[in-house]
């Protein structure tokens, strides 16, 4: 088969590889139809984790089909269609019940890490009892391919951990995909004002499009100053930083009202300074997370209801075989005006 590999940083190839099998009795093994680059894995690529070792297949997302499943499988079988989580979870340790699966003992985040990922035309998915949900008749599966990673990220890490109320005044710190995905849930709360700032105005013109009351163009405007010029001086109730550099963390410090909270989402490869000097007084909460993916079924049930369409994330499409192409895109998101990417085999 074919796959996408990791090859240490700054380098990938798309090249053939060993089709997996079943190794243990509660793997699936999934023909991938659908699957997509995240933010994480330019993040690989750059070097940001240094767990990820050469030869490695990258990919936590997808939708696809089963192919072979091992004897101590129960939910799926041969044929069946199914959405891929970014988390691997056993649903028997001590993490997992309490759903935690973000740190499970035999899983949490190992596709595209710690074992071979899904931007290849088959993968093995451990735990598949667990790690896999049904396809329902008729679902968009380029939305779908957004709840594998990006929306339950947005959703568990950004609104819930940030406790996002109704009537707060948030503001989202990068209109990136998960931005966008934080803004899409955060909606599900009813916040009476929702900042979105970024660098890029078409991804600010996306995000009014998308829900946000508010759009700071960073460039233009000093983001700080201006979002407390809104909130009289006060700050915002929630901060939520979407990008993973220094700078959006320093913001959200800044901007941060008494008693409010911190939600950091973003992946970082460097350190950050804590301005705890100004923060120890002011009540508040910071938070941050690797997404365990226990809002999927909810996020399915909004899928199927219309509640919510993260499709609409979708800028541009590519055949699984285009890879290293859409890579290029996706990588210069901004010059080309690039959200989300779909590669369909």
């Keep these: ?89 056993c649903g028997k340790c001590a993490n997992c019940k309490r759903q935690l699966y973000a740190h499970c003992s035999d899983g949490g985040w190992i596709l595209g890490h710690k074992i071979d990922g899904t931007q290849a035309e088959y993968v093995r998915i451990p735990h598949g009892d667990n790690s ?9 599966e380029e939305a779908l391919v957004m709840l594998s990673d990006i929306m ?20 989202i710190i990068g209109a990136g995909p998960v931005g966008m995905s934080v803004l899409l849930t955060a909606q599900f709360y009813s916040p009476g004002r929702i900042i ?22 960073v460039g233009s405007e000093d983001a700080i100053a201006k979002i407390m010029e809104m909130t009289g001086g006060l700050g ?12 959006t963390f320093d913001i959200c410090q800044k901007i941060v009202s008494a008693g409010g909270n911190i939600a950091n989402v973003g992946v970082h490869g460097t350190s950050v300074e804590l301005h705890i000097e100004d923060l120890w007084i002011k009540n508040i909460n910071i938070s941050m997370g690797l997404v365990s993916t226990n809002t999927t079924p909810m996020l399915l049930k909004t899928l199927g209801t219309g509640k919510v369409n ?3 994330l979708v800028t541009h499409r590519f055949k699984l075989d285009e890879i290293i192409e859409a890579y290029e895109v ?16």
């Design 236 to 247: 915002v109730d929630v901060a939520i930083e979407a990008v993973g550099v220094p700078a």
């Design 152 to 171: 339950p990220t947005g959703l568990e890490i950004g609104v819930q951990y940030g406790n996002v109320k109704p009537g707060d005044t948030i503001a």
């Design 196 to 217: 979105m700032v970024d660098m890029d105005p078409a991804r600010l013109e996306l995000a009014k499009e998308f829900g946000a009351t508010d759009t700071i163009h």
């Design 1 to 89: 088969m074919k796959a996408l590999v990791y090859q240490g940083p700054g380098e990938k190839v798309w090249t053939e590889k060993d089709k997996p099998g079943i190794e243990k009795p509660t793997d699936v093994i999934v023909k991938v139809t659908k699957t997509t680059i995240c933010g994480t894995d330019l993040h690989i690529l750059k070097g940001d984790v240094p767990t990820v070792t050469p030869g490695r297949t990258l990919g936590h997302e997808g939708v696809g089909i089963v192919e072979a499943v091992g004897a101590a499988v129960q939910n799926f079988k041969p044929g069946d269609a199914v959405l891929i989580s970014c988390v691997t979870s």
């Design 330 to 345: 996706f990588g210069n998101a901004a010059r080309e005006k690039a959200m989300k990417i779909i590669l369909t085999a």
């Design 310 to 312: 993260p499709g609409r």
């Design 132 to 140: 896999l949900y049904p396809i329902p008749a008729g679902a968009d």
